[in-house]
């Protein structure tokens, strides 16, 4: 999130209630909200994630303590509402993790490395490059984000990501 156009000001304004600035707030973060939910979401849930993620922060503002965690904030809101909403049209299912460890079990060796690969193709670079890089080359956080030129919440965000993907692929 581009943290310049929302000062400590009108963020701490907007955490006490202040209304012009918590739409001073919206205002400056709904394009960085935008762009997250079309890196998430599919095509026909941008607004509705963007919509609802506008809608949460004006509610929820004075909860967050920090304008430095409010990028990571909206980030998890945002892939939250992309998912629920991916669910709720039948485009995801949600993932039941026992049936899905018992399944990863009884497929033979070579089936699950041809499924595993599968699944890692599937993934959008941005995502695939990152959970290579962690779970195969046993990578840190640290040498990924240096690697990648990323913050570490950034890496944070692409792994959890790239998992959640990776689980329900396997799953169906």
Known sequence: MNTKAVTTETFEAARH???NAIVRLLERTQPDIRRYARATCRTADVDDATQETL???SRHVG???ALATLSNWLFSVVRRECLRLARRTG????VDED????SLVQRPEHVLRLDLAAAFEALPP???DVALMRD???MTIDEIAAALDLSRQAVK???HRARLLLREYLAE
């Open 136 to 138: 195969l080359q046993e």
């Open 157 to 159: 965000a692409r792994l």
């Open 17 to 19: 209630g202040d209304r």
């Open 99 to 102: 049936a899905l460890e018992t």
């Open 91 to 94: 485009m995801i299912a949600a």
């Open 63 to 65: 909860a967050i303590r």
């Open 126 to 128: 941005h995502y695939r």
């Open 55 to 57: 809608w949460l922060l």
